[in-house]
């Protein structure tokens, strides 16, 4: 009877995951994504991409040589972060964008705060917002995914300019025929991504849920119950790649559950607030920062009480 009892200090439960095995499920969810995004851009994409990732990881591997850790390059983080980054630019950027995108989300917004699991927000995200605002025109060029487009504007700049060209067809939408983003474009392809994931426990539905059905009811209002406008706003731009791939985050998401909450329903409110309202035609990823941002206080003030503590 002695042997059976033992005394130790928690954690008493320990799960078999790594972040190796979560990183690298998040790079072969995204990959169907990124390929068709060179399939419908050439061989320019597949070089941002490239570049995106090489120096995500040299990045990592020089802020760790200079503050004297250990190397882990190998836990797939930063493949994760570049190839996050490369899917979020036009595939007409110069080659230099992708690189100075890529140290900036590792160098500055993940290895000067700690590093894996100590940033606030998303370092990919982050280092998008920095290359909008630094050189929009060379982020906001896109090229026509055919020879014979009337234009290479996407779905949302067509509705944010009111141009007099025909949106893409729904279908269209769907599979990824359509200008923008390497590989925001495929809504397929990020669902398939998307559902490898959930098969694999690495994310939960509940935030990219409330996220993209929160957006969906709002904007539903706002264009009187037009089904098929609504439907070419979830399909177009970065809500589905955000919502499941960067909103999930761990590091710079909530993690109480009323937190996640608040956190899916801030987001879906600010992408539909800066598409309808703002200057720029896409959201998402301001909306993503600005909850990670807000997330600590947020997980500060729906934290549950300890059982057996004081009111």
């Not at 090489?54 to 390059?73: D, P």
């Not at 599979?175 to 690495?202: D, F, H, N, P």
């Not at 098929?228 to 809500?239: C, P, R, Y």
């Not at 999930?248 to 998401?253: E, F, I, N, W």
């Amino acid at each position: 009877m002695e042997n059976r009892l033992f005394v130790s200090s928690s954690p008493h439960i320990r799960s078999s995951e790594t972040t190796q095995r979560i990183m690298r499920d998040v790079t072969i969810a995204l990959l169907p994504a990124a390929a068709y995004g060179v399939y419908n851009f050439g061989l320019r994409a597949l070089v941002v991409l490239v570049l995106s990732v090489v120096s995500a990881i040299a990045a990592e591997a020089m802020c760790q040589k200079i503050r004297k850790q250990a190397l882990t390059i190998n836990d797939y983080s930063a493949i994760v972060t570049g190839l996050l980054l490369g899917m979020n630019l036009p595939s007409e950027v110069p080659y230099w964008i992708p690189v100075v995108g890529s140290f900036f989300a590792i160098a500055i917004v993940k290895q000067a705060f700690g590093g894996l699991g100590h940033n606030f927000i998303n370092p990919a995200l982050a280092a998008r917002a920095m290359l909008v605002a630094s050189w929009p025109v060379q982020m906001t060029t896109w090229t026509p995914v055919t020879p014979d487009a009337v234009s290479s504007a996407t779905a949302l700049g067509i509705i944010k300019e009111g141009l007099d060209v025909p949106l893409p067809s729904l279908f269209d939408l769907f599979i990824g025929k359509m200008g923008g983003c390497i590989g925001e474009t495929s809504a397929l392809l990020l669902l398939l991504g998307a559902a490898y994931l959930l098969y694999r426990g690495v994310i939960s539905i509940k935030i990219p849920g409330i996220y993209i059905g929160t957006f969906t009811l709002l904007t539903l209002l706002i264009t009187g119950f037009d089904v098929q406008l609504t439907l070419v706003h979830i399909l177009s731009g970065g809500l589905i790649l955000g919502a499941f791939f960067m909103a999930t985050d761990y590091a710079s998401s909530p993690i109480t559950p009323k937190g996640q909450i608040i956190y899916a329903v801030g987001m879906g409110l600010l992408t539909v607030v800066i598409r309808f309202y703002g200057g720029y035609p896409e959201g998402v990823s301001y909306s993503i920062l600005l909850m990670n941002v807000a997330a600590p206080l947020i997980d500060k003030y729906t934290k549950p009480r300890v059982f057996g503590g004081a009111k």
